[in-house]
């Protein structure tokens, strides 16, 4: 259990039935009446955001969220397939659980399962992937306008927005978070 005027930002609690995430909490010390702690909270398995009160005497049990590596197998349509290295146990994600969280991973690369009393929730992928560019236009010479980029499709199948001067068959960095491309390989 953990009382409200202990909150801290990132911290997992069971609140009405489903498990939330502190993204921002507010200690509020009003000049009348007793104090209160406003805080924006996150449903972690659907991602809406609500704001709440709590008095700092409320207590709310902890929610206890396992992040594990492992390594993503195959995708078979609707199951994507990972496997602990460590012990060889294989599990299977449906596609709504897992949505764009693999769109830069490739197979046989490591990735972080979350999951709450063994139902897993989210796909971390690493934070930046390198990926070889499987289909763009090809440069122009002397065409280096500045920050001009043009779009370009990844092994994986994702499209990514690419400077100019970038070609096909070439190694880049793409940072997973947001999408964008960080510099070659």
Same mark, same amino acid.
């Given at each position: 259990?953990i009382?409200?005027?202990?909150f801290?930002?990132?911290?997992?609690?069971?609140?009405?039935?489903?498990i939330?995430?502190?993204v921002?909490?507010?200690?509020?010390?009003?000049?009348?009446?007793?104090?209160?702690?406003?805080?924006?909270i996150? %449903?972690?398995? $659907?991602? *809406?955001?609500?704001? !709440?009160?709590?008095?700092?005497? +409320?207590?709310?049990p902890? &929610?206890?969220i396992?992040?594990?590596?492992?390594?993503?197998?195959?995708?078979d349509?609707?199951?994507?397939?990972?496997?602990?290295?460590?012990?060889?146990?294989?599990i299977?994600? %449906?596609?709504? $659980?897992? *949505?764009?969280?693999? !769109?830069?991973?490739?197979?046989? +690369?490591?990735?972080?399962? &979350?999951?709450?009393?063994?139902?897993?929730?989210?796909?971390?992928?690493?934070?930046?992937?390198?990926?070889?560019?499987?289909?763009?236009?090809?440069?122009?010479k002397?065409?280096?306008?500045?920050?001009?980029?043009?779009?370009?499709?990844?092994?994986?199948?994702?499209?990514v927005?690419?400077?100019?001067?970038?070609?096909?068959?070439?190694?880049?960095?793409?940072?997973?978070?947001?999408?964008?491309?960080?510099?070659?390989?």
């Amino acid at each position: 259990m953990i009382a409200a005027g202990d909150f801290r930002n990132g911290v997992t609690i069971e609140f009405e039935g489903n498990i939330y995430q502190i993204v921002e909490f507010q200690h509020v010390k009003p000049g009348k009446g007793a104090a209160f702690v406003r805080c924006k909270i996150k %449903n972690i398995k $659907t991602g *809406g955001v609500v704001e !709440k009160t709590f008095r700092p005497s +409320e207590k709310l049990p902890k &929610a206890h969220i396992e992040r594990k590596d492992m390594q993503y197998l195959y995708s078979d349509g609707e199951l994507y397939h990972f496997m602990d290295i460590n012990t060889y146990d294989q599990i299977a994600v %449906n596609e709504s $659980t897992v *949505g764009d969280s693999l !769109k830069f991973v490739k197979e046989n +690369e490591m990735v972080k399962i &979350a999951s709450h009393q063994g139902e897993v929730f989210a796909i971390e992928p690493p934070l930046s992937v390198e990926l070889e560019i499987t289909e763009t236009e090809p440069g122009i010479k002397g065409d280096t306008a500045q920050g001009a980029t043009k779009p370009a499709t990844v092994e994986t199948g994702a499209r990514v927005m690419v400077p100019l001067f970038i070609n096909q068959g070439e190694m880049i960095r793409i940072d997973t978070r947001t999408g964008e491309y960080t510099g070659r390989a």
